[in-house]
């Protein structure tokens, strides 16, 4: 059971961080 809590939470964490860095290379691209 652990261990897929685990897994969750570092898919989670990936979904997070691509639409971050989505946002930011949106933003990006609109200041630049």
Known sequence: M???????????????WSLAIKFSRVLFLELH
């Open 2 to 16: 652990a261990d897929c809590g685990k897994l969750d939470e570092n898919k989670e964490t990936d979904i997070t």
